[in-house]
């Protein structure tokens, strides 16, 4: 399939200085109705109209390359014709009937368990719970809770998991959580695989994957201070915490070492999932098989809100009512979420997502030998991240000149984002349906931005 005819062409096209005087308005009206708690207007003075693709039209006729996608959410596009179709034809019919069976829910739920990871292939049980990731990892924790009998869960330094209770308590990220403890108290953070930052100060692969085997470590130390913890939540991939990709063996390690303790495996794919790294799950890069998964965002085909979680079967052991929302899957994100899938599949979208991957990483990697501000370039798939440092010896993490680089190639029609524990990566996150003369614009507006910001 030809992916160049689901875009605006001419992206990206700055016809005013973003943001022009329609966009000021409404960015003004905004601040006067809405909570101080909105937050990504802060970074980017961005009011969009209309999109297509992976691309976006502001209200004042500006357009721009996306390569933010919602957040890993629009992952067949803004507004994909073929998940449109199938979403409008849903929601003239039905759109809300809690968990009643519904063609779309059923095939849907039939796709999921076609589609997932390793061994949970043919073998798992679905659970739509509530529309957020926040909600399916509140889901995956009562789960294991149910399961097990235990309350500790052990989560990773640089994760995300969401913003309930649970979900934020276990994820590490302090500014959201600080005034608002004590949360759920049985969690424990572990470092993540975060080898250029290595918290244990070790090189991969001397190391011997020294950050995997500290889980046995504390597992087994009967003065850990822990009681045995019900899971272990992992992102195969951590998004929030910087696009860090563990080395080989590290999921697997983890994966061993929670099977040979008796400790559940959730991995967190909310962000990772849905074909973003080149597979349809990101932990099938490492033939690693969770006990759960969590899936949301791209799950509901084009930015309808759809969650929930993937499990093995012999887990489904709690009663009904064990975790239920009003809006237990949508019916038209249903249909949406199930179209998005078919697209991938008919239109071989996952390996178009390596060959656009590689391509990013190829031109990030030789720009990094133009600049000193780049530490690391990483990523999988369109799931890419590149770490800026005020030198690279010093490896001192370079908040500021991010925040500077995004809001200028905002300003030249190309949106990325932020990322990691000191805000200091840009994320590349598009529509998987990117097309190469995009992803050469946006590489060459990226490349001028950042060597603008660039001594060497
Ligand atoms: C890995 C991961 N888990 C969970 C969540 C929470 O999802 P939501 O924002 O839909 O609650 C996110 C959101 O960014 C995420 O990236």
Redesign the pocket.
Known sequence: MDYGEMHFEEAPKIIVDPPGPKAKKLLEEQRNYESNAVLYPLSLPFVPYEAKGATVKDVDGNIYLDFFAG??VLNVGHSNPYVLKALSGQAEKLIHTLDFPTHARVKLARKLFEIAPGKLKGNCKVLFGG???????EGAVKLVKHHTGRNLIVAFEG??????SM?LAL?STVKYKEEFVPLAPEAHFLPYAYCYRCAFNLSYPECGLYCAQNLERILNDPYSGLTKPAAVII?PI???GGIIVPPEGYLQRIREICSENNVLLIV?????GMGRTGKMFACEHWNVTPDIV?F??AVGGIGL?L?GILFKRELDTWGPGSHVGTFRGNVAAMAAGLASIEFMEKNKVLSHVDKMGEKIIKRLNELSEETDKIGEVRGKGLMIGVEFVKERDSKEPDEETVKKIQLECFKRGLIVWKAGHFSNIIRFLPPLIVTEEQIERAMEIFCEVTLSHTTK
């Open positions: 957040i890993s529309p957020t990731g926040s909600d399916a990892v994760s995300y998991h969401g913003q309930t979900s994820s992102e951590q998004g929030e967190d794919e909310i962000q990772a969590t949301a965002k809100p969650a």
